[in-house]
T-cell receptor, first 113, second 112 residues
């Protein structure tokens, strides 16, 4: 089955530690995205990538970093510089031509204490 | 991108039609209207999109007013599994990454 996988579903870390969230897709999509969602809120864009080895900051990139070394993979690192890292993180992908549909993964719920 | 306004919550009886409104009075001519939904603790799911004409697919219908300043998503026979947050998004469709702004949406509760 084609789709997007994110692992793990739940992640716990101590404050001050960097943590990397995994996102893999086998849809052959060029574009990939990372969103953050806080309780009762909508989604906010962290980073996006249109093609391998290229990515741009979204609305709330501070304290996060990404890489796009392979088309299938777009890992997100939450660094210790992120002031409020506890959130639900969602990865998505889409085709690069004008597209109305983003495919989302199941999300990773990160808790930092 | 044009801003959208949606009611924060709505209820609908199971089996009845759910009509979810969205205002986008500042929409420009080349901006599409997209609808997504998010079931609790899952990733959002695309439902439907349109530019000017009304659209229908296996999940829903999208009615866009003639002046394009508002739209309505219609779930013709709501089921309990349709309980979710529904997002109305307005965006220019472009090549490359299409960044979608998800606001707080409408929380639809389908009641047995």
């Amino acid at each position: 089955d084609g789709g997007i996988t994110q692992s793990p579903k739940y992640l716990f870390r101590k404050e001050g530690q960097n943590v990397t969230l995994s996102c893999e897709q086998n849809l052959n999509h060029d574009a990939m995205y990372w969103y953050r969602q806080d309780p009762g809120q909508g989604l906010r864009l962290i980073y996006y990538s249109q093609i391998v080895n290229d990515f741009q900051k979204g609305d709330i990139a501070e304290g996060y970093s990404v890489s796009r070394e392979k088309k299938e993979s777009f890992p997100l690192t939450v660094t210790s510089a992120q002031k409020n890292p506890t959130a639900f993180y969602l990865c998505a992908s889409s085709i690069s031509v004008p597209s109305y549909e983003q495919y989302f993964g199941p999300g990773t719920r990160l808790t930092v204490t | 991108d044009a801003k959208t306004t949606q009611p924060p919550s709505m209820d609908c009886a199971e089996g009845r039609a759910a009509n979810l409104p969205c205002n986008h009075s500042t929409i420009s001519g080349n901006e599409y209207v997209y609808w997504y939904r998010q079931i609790h603790s899952q990733g959002p799911q695309y439902i439907i999109h349109g530019l000017k004409n009304n659209e229908t697919n296996e999940m829903a219908s999208l009615i866009i007013t003639e002046d394009r300043k508002s739209s309505t998503l219609i779930l013709p026979h709501a089921t309990l599994r349709d309980t979710a947050v529904y997002y109305c998004i307005v965006r220019v469709e472009q090549t490359g990454a299409n960044n979608l702004f998800f606001g707080t949406g409408t929380r639809l509760t389908v009641i047995p």
